[in-house]
């Protein structure tokens, strides 16, 4: 194609667009990208930026990640430069910016994206999630800002498939993007089902490379970095998850990578208060929907005593309640997730479980395999896994029972707690199941979860099951 009478390459447009990077992370060769910076094809900053203080005080800012915390940037000798240079610490995992890197932004034609695509979804919407699904979809159209507030099995992923559909169809590109690998890796095939000839990419670490210009992204709210002005549309599931909402950078992040105007969409099962404040003060569209999409209530945890479990756990002992809940499951071919509230302790408790079953895995955060694992455990190949939080959402197994061991600790805040509640029943075959918070003491935070689906139970009225 030609620009301004001058030849550009579809590739070399297709893989800059929208992207902020170094030219080292890129497939061209120094001499081609030379090439198009002396045609003005490029916009050049630096990765890290200085700005001088009143106080004559140096403040960076890396301008991939848009980290301004001082104390994550480092200096350091550059054998490149042969400079005193900073780095920045905070985005590292995605190879380091120092001060002598430069970023590209491209400046050249945009690509236009295809408006005829195939919508292949079958299902049917119950009164709520139609209300919900049209609220979105008029949001979308006025290019408002949107919080999709629907409880754990509301049915939220296709209620966003109609608002997904009319944007392709405008030759919009939209990215939804998630705190979690595991939500990446749930809604993908999902999303590839329902818009077959769309170009769909899934972006996480350690991605494999996919090919074509995706109009539709799902990414980590990490792999967001990468991006600038890229999008029409951003939707952000589990939007309350860590470490989205601790994290500024990955908040604006969401900002940076967005075109200016173009509209974003929340979608959280357990807002904050101040997320519900801000919807409200800044005039966003606002859905809510307090019953599931087959229209049963959400399972209410019970509290079981555990008493001294890590001490058991450390003396190569299960205590005997988590030992017999375990056996039943397994003698009644259900699938279970135990959640611990450390690392250390799931690891040692491990071994033991693998005395009642030895295809009992774990699973956490910084597994290489979790997503094998979670797959063998849809698939019926083992009996269940342990797993830390990294499981508590996006993760949905047909029949699944659920064990919290600590259930006390303070890494199960009340939202973390309702999460987990609603890994169960979310098929409406096996709407009702077992979610067992095992404690050694009952904390505020417990109590503030279970009087939270006791409440959104009341709110969704009688139990009204839903055909599909």
Request: proline share 6%; with cysteine.
């Amino acid at each position: 194609m030609r620009y301004k009478g001058i030849i550009v390459e579809p590739e070399m447009r297709d893989f800059f667009a929208g992207k902020i990077c170094p030219p080292e992370h890129t497939p061209f060769s120094k001499e081609k990208i030379h090439q198009y910076i002396e045609k003005c094809f490029f916009k050049i900053t630096p990765a890290i930026s200085i700005e001088q203080s009143i106080f004559s005080k140096k403040k960076y800012i890396c301008n991939r990640c848009l980290n301004d915390n001082q104390e994550e940037f480092v200096e350091f000798d550059c054998a490149r430069c042969g400079k005193v240079c900073v780095y920045c610490r905070h985005c590292i995992n995605m190879g380091r910016m120092t001060s002598c890197t430069e970023l590209l932004l491209w400046n050249g034609p945009m690509p236009k994206f295809p408006k005829r695509h195939d919508f292949k979804w079958n299902g049917t919407f119950t009164k709520l999630q139609q209300k919900a699904s049209n609220e979105l979809l008029e949001s979308m159209k006025e290019r408002r800002n949107h919080l999709l507030h629907a409880v754990c099995g509301a049915g939220k992923t296709e209620i966003l498939f109609p608002a997904v559909f009319h944007c392709l169809q405008k030759g919009l590109r939209i990215c939804i993007a998630s705190p979690r690998t595991d939500v990446v890796l749930e809604l993908f095939p999902r999303f590839q089902q329902v818009f077959p000839n769309t170009i769909i990419h899934a972006l996480y670490g350690d991605a494999p490379k996919q090919k074509g210009l995706a109009q539709l992204v799902i990414a980590t709210t990490h792999q967001l970095y990468r991006f600038e002005k890229a999008f029409d549309v951003v939707i952000v599931d589990e939007a309350d998850a860590f470490p989205y909402t601790f994290d500024l950078t990955l908040q604006k992040a969401v900002r940076k990578a967005k075109r200016q105007g173009a509209p974003v969409a929340l979608v959280t099962a357990t807002p904050s208060v101040a997320l519900l404040s801000k919807a409200k003060n800044e005039g966003w569209g606002y859905s809510f929907i307090s019953k599931r999409y087959h229209g049963y209530p959400l399972p209410v945890p019970r509290f079981e005593s555990l008493w001294f479990y890590e001490r058991q756990i450390n003396k190569g002992r299960i205590p005997k309640k988590l030992a017999q809940w375990t056996k039943i499951r397994i003698e009644r071919k259900e699938p279970f997730f135990i959640f611990f509230p450390t690392v250390q302790l799931m690891q040692q408790a491990g071994p033991l479980f693998q005395q009642i079953h030895p295809d009992i895995l774990s699973v956490h955060a910084k597994d290489p395999d979790r997503k094998e694992k979670v797959m063998k455990l849809r698939n019926e190949e083992i009996p269940g896994l342990l797993t830390t939080t990294i499981l508590e959402r996006g993760v949905t197994i047909r029949n699944v029972q659920v064990a919290v061991v600590g259930a006390e600790s303070k890494i199960f805040t009340s939202s973390a707690l309702i999460q987990i509640s609603g890994r169960v029943g979310r098929n409406a075959n096996y709407p009702k199941g077992d979610i067992v918070f095992f404690h050694h003491g009952i904390s505020a935070q417990m109590d503030a979860a279970r009087n939270e689906i006791l409440r959104l139970n009341w709110e969704g009225g009688p139990n009204e099951p839903h055909g599909n």
